[in-house]
């Protein structure tokens, strides 16, 4: 019977499950790491502890049900992060979380530069300090060195996605969390990127959640142990994804959240 592999690059660890056609949970497996405050209000974490608990995990599910069986995955994690990579798609500095607080500077220089306006009207929501798009306007003013060097801005499970398949893709739901979105269009507000200097092709390309965003690559099946060519979709943010897993899925219906981050 086909199964469908979910993985959810969370705050305090990482989740995987496989769950077959009904619905059935068959297989799981987790692992954990650290979150580092080096300084006050900051919140940080090294990618590739992400990247290490994810093999972890997915070796683990295909030791339980092997992995000829996968008909796709799914990604979801914790919004609003950022990661930096350089030309050779290396890691540039430690993950900035989205319950980082350092940028109130950043936010209030965006919505003065952009406006408050024009900024709601695109991205349907004011910029607030645990979003992306201060943190890399924080990275150009206190790390001008990596901000030069960095070639691609990512979101946390899409790190993730370009380890398991070797492509830069995003999609709507987290990619809304970015305060870069364009949300009544679907696509990155080149109005906003260009008031603030983020370059459109240092953000990876747009999915629907639904739709097939790569497949597993040579690199990403040796690593995890997941069969080559395996479909990966765009998945969702966690507070998205989690939302319809509650059946949020029209007007008037509310969920709370609540976490151990």
């Given at each position: 019977?086909a199964t ?26 987790s692992a954990?790491y ?11 974490q090294?990618?590739?502890?992400w990247w290490?608990?994810v093999c972890?995990c997915c ?5 339980q049900?092997g992995?000829?069986?996968?008909a796709g995955i799914?990604?979801?994690g914790?919004?609003h992060g950022?990661i930096?990579?350089?030309?050779s798609h290396?890691v540039?500095r430690?993950a900035?979380?989205?319950?980082d607080q350092r940028?109130?500077?950043?936010c209030?220089?965006?919505?003065e530069t952009v406006g408050?306006?024009l900024?709601v009207?695109e991205?349907?929501?004011?910029v607030?300090?645990g979003f ?8 150009r ?5 990596t901000f ?6 990512l979101l946390?499970k899409?790190?993730?996605?370009f380890?398991?398949?070797g492509?830069?893709a995003?999609?709507v739901?987290?990619a809304s969390?970015?305060?870069l ?5 679907r696509r990155?507000s080149?109005?906003v990127?260009?008031?603030i ?8 390309q747009?999915?629907?959640s639904?739709?097939?965003?790569g497949r ?11 069969k080559?060519g395996?479909p990966v ?6 507070q998205?994804?989690?939302a319809?897993g509650?059946?949020i899925v029209?007007s008037g219906?509310i ?7």
């Open positions: 019977m469908l592999l979910g993985i959810d690059v969370g705050t305090s660890g990482t989740k995987v499950i496989a769950i077959d056609e009904s619905g059935k949970l068959v297989a799981s497996a954990d650290e979150l580092s405050t080096p300084r006050p209000l900051w919140a940080e090294n990618a590739l502890d290490d608990a972890k070796q683990s599910i295909v030791a049900i992995a000829d069986d996968i799914g990604l979801a914790q919004m950022l930096m990579l350089d030309a290396e540039l430690p900035i979380l989205w319950c940028t109130q500077p950043q209030d220089w965006i919505t408050k306006d900024l009207a991205t349907a929501n004011p607030l300090t992306t798009a201060p943190k890399i306007v924080w990275a003013d206190h790390e001008p060195q030069e060097r960095a070639v691609m801005h946390p899409d790190y993730i996605r380890r398991l398949t492509e830069f995003t999609e739901s987290d969390g970015t305060s979105l364009n949300v009544p269009e990155w080149r109005a990127c260009d008031k200097g983020v370059s459109l092709d240092h953000l990876p747009m999915y629907e639904f739709e097939v965003s597993i690559s040579a690199l990403g099946a040796a690593a995890t142990g997941l080559e395996t979709v765009g998945g969702g943010g966690d998205a994804a989690g319809v509650n059946g029209q219906i969920s709370v959240a609540m976490g151990t981050s």
